[in-house]
C-alpha cells in the first residue's frame, strides 16, 4: 500500500528525533572522553609535581653530603632556589623549588628543615609541596640505650626502642623492638639466674618475642659520649654556667627548679646530709653514704634560659625539678682534671609547659643519673637522662628508712642512656630487714617522647654521625 503524505511526515519526525538522540549521545561522550582525558592529564601532572618535589630534597641532601651546614645551596644568599629537573631523554619535565632552614642553638647546627614545591613543565599550576627534616639520628628515638647486662622485671611497661650492647633479660612488657649486641651472655644471680647459665642475647618471660632481635648492631657509646668541653664553653658564652661549690665532694652542688615560663630557680647547696644505700654499679663494696638531703642552700636568683643557647652547665652535682618551657639542657661534669664526675639528682616531679613538642629537656650527668631515698610516693619525669659513665636509677634503701623506701609507681615519658646497668626496684635479704624484702618503685613505665625523638634539646647526643631524613611527609 502506498505511503501516505501523514506517514512521511511521522517518519521524518522520527529520524529527526533518533539523530537528535544520537548527536546527544555523541556529544555527551566525547565531552565525558574529553573531560577523562584532561583529568588523568591532571592526575598525572599532579604526580610528577610530588615526585619532582621529592627530587629536590634528594638532591639536597645529596648536596649536604658534600657541602655540610650550607643552607644556601652553595649561593651565599637566602632562598627559595629554583632547579630545573630534567629527564637526559625527555628534556626539562620540571622545576622544583627549595626553601632551606637550620635550627642553630649554642653555635651548633641541628636538624635541617627542607620544603620542596615541584610542579610540571607541561601544566606549572599543579604543585606539590614535601616537607623533610634532615638530621642525625639522636639517642632520642629509643626508650634505652644500655651499655650493659639488664634486667627488666615483671612489673615494667616499656613503649619505645629498648636497647643494650650486653644481654637482656626481659620479664615485662615491651611494646616495640628489644636488641642486644651479644648472641649470647653469662646470666648470673643479679639476674635472677641461680645457678648461673648462659642464656641468648635476649630471653625472659616478657611478651612480644617476635620483636626480640640479637646478635643486633651494637650502638657506641664512644660516639655518643657528649663534648663537655665544647659544652661548658657554649653555656660560659651564651648559655648559663655555675662553678663548682667547693672541693672535690659530693656533698654540695645547685639546685635547679623550672618554673615553666622559660625561667630557672638557681639554690647553691652548701650543705647535705646522707642516708645509707647499695649503689646498681657496685653491689659489692657494700653500703656506702649518698649525700643528697639537701641541709643548707641559699637563693642565687632567677634566671632566663637563653632562647640562642638553652643550655645549663653546671660543674658540680645538681638537682633538678619543675615545670621546663622551651627546649632546655642541663649538664652536670667538672673538667678540672680531678676524677670527681658529679652526679645529677632527680629532687621531684618534671613536668613540661606544653606537651605539643615545643618544650623538651636533656639532663646530661657526667656520673649517674638518681633518684634520692625522699622522693614522692608516685614520680613522673619528663626528659631524655644520660649517665655517661656512670648509671640510671634509684639505689637500695633498706627498711630502715620506711616508709620511704617503698615508692609506688615512676612513669617516665623520654629517653634513658646509661653505661651501667639501669635499676629502680631491688629484691634483697637481710640487712635486718628479713627475707624476700624490697625497695624502689613498684611500678615502672617508660614510653619514648615521639617528639623529641626527631626535634631534641640543644646538644643532644646523638647515635650516628650520618646525616638522614628523620621526617619526611607532604604539605597542603
Not at 279 to 292: E, K, L, M, S
Not at 297 to 319: H, M, N, R
Not at 439 to 447: A, E, K, M, P, V
Request: hydrophobic share 35%.
Amino acid at each position: 500500500m502506498p505511503y501516505t503524505r501523514e506517514q512521511s511526515g511521522y517518519i521524518t519526525i522520527f529520524v529527526l528525533i533518533f539523530s537528535a538522540i544520537f548527536i546527544t549521545i555523541i556529544t555527551s561522550l566525547t565531552g565525558f572522553i574529553f573531560i577523562q582525558n584532561r583529568l588523568q592529564l591532571e592526575k598525572q601532572n599532579r604526580e610528577k609535581a610530588i615526585q619532582i618535589a621529592e627530587a629536590g630534597l634528594d638532591y639536597y641532601s645529596w648536596f649536604l653530603a658534600h657541602n655540610p651546614d650550607d643552607l644556601t645551596d652553595g649561593t651565599g644568599e637566602s632562598g627559595p632556589y629554583a632547579h630545573t629537573y630534567t629527564d637526559p631523554e625527555g628534556g626539562d619535565i620540571g622545576v622544583f623549588e627549595l626553601t632551606v632552614t637550620g635550627d642553630t642553638q649554642c653555635n651548633t647546627l641541628g636538624a635541617i628543615e627542607i620544603l620542596s614545591e615541584g610542579w610540571s613543565s607541561a601544566d606549572p599550576r599543579y604543585t606539590r609541596t614535601v616537607y623533610g627534616k634532615y638530621s642525625r639520628p639522636s639517642v632520642a628515638e629509643y626508650a634505652y640505650i644500655i651499655d650493659s647486662n639488664v634486667w627488666a622485671g615483671a612489673d615494667r611497661t616499656i613503649i619505645g626502642r629498648y636497647h643494650s650492647n650486653g644481654g637482656i633479660r626481659m620479664d615485662g612488657d615491651n611494646q616495640s623492638t628489644v636488641t642486644s649486641a651479644v648472641l649470647n651472655w653469662l646470666c648470673t644471680a643479679s639476674f635472677g639466674c641461680s645457678p648461673e647459665e648462659t642464656q641468648d642475647g635476649v630471653f625472659g618471660a616478657g611478651g612480644a618475642p617476635e620483636l626480640w632481635e640479637y646478635p643486633a648492631p651494637q650502638v657506641d657509646f664512644t660516639g655518643i659520649t657528649s663534648d663537655f668541653v665544647n659544652m661548658k664553653a657554649q653555656a660560659q658564652a651564651s648559655g648559663l654556667y655555675f662553678g663548682k661549690v667547693g672541693g672535690q665532694s659530693n656533698r654540695h652542688g645547685w639546685r635547679l627548679i623550672f618554673n615553666g615560663d622559660n625561667t630557672v630557680d638557681v639554690y647553691k647547696v652548701t650543705s647535705t646530709s646522707y642516708v645509707w644505700s647499695i649503689h646498681i654499679d657496685d653491689t659489692a663494696a657494700g653500703w656506702q653514704r649518698d649525700y643528697d638531703t639537701i641541709q643548707n642552700e641559699l637563693f642565687q636568683g632567677t634566671y632566663t634560659v637563653p632562647s640562642d643557647c638553652s643550655l645549663i652547665f653546671a660543674e658540680d652535682k645538681v638537682w633538678l625539678e619543675g615545670e621546663v618551657s622551651g627546649k632546655v639542657t642541663v649538664v652536670a661534669a667538672h673538667l678540672s682534671g680531678s676524677n670527681y664526675e658529679p652526679d645529677l639528682i632527680i629532687e621531684d616531679a618534671i613536668s613540661y609547659a606544653t606537651l605539643d613538642g615545643t618544650s623538651g629537656l636533656t639532663a646530661i650527668a657526667e656520673g649517674s643519673v638518681r633518684i634520692p631515698l625522699y622522693s614522692p610516693d608516685d614520680l613522673s619525669i619528663r626528659g631524655i637522662f644520660i649517665a655517661q659513665t656512670g648509671y640510671f636509677g634509684r639505689n637500695l634503701y633498706p627498711c630502715w628508712y620506711s616508709p620511704y623506701d617503698h615508692r609506688n609507681s615512676l612513669t617516665t615519658n623520654g629517653s634513658i642512656v646509661s653505661t651501667e646497668r639501669v635499676g629502680t626496684k631491688w629484691s634483697y635479704s637481710g640487712a635486718g630487714c628479713g627475707s624476700n624484702e624490697w625497695s624502689g618503685y613498684n611500678t615502672r613505665t617508660n614510653s619514648y617522647d615521639r617528639f623529641l625523638a626527631t626535634d631534641p634539646p640543644p646538644l643532644t647526643p646523638y647515635v650516628s654521625e650520618n646525616f638522614r631524613f628523620v621526617e619526611w611527609r607532604e604539605e597542603d
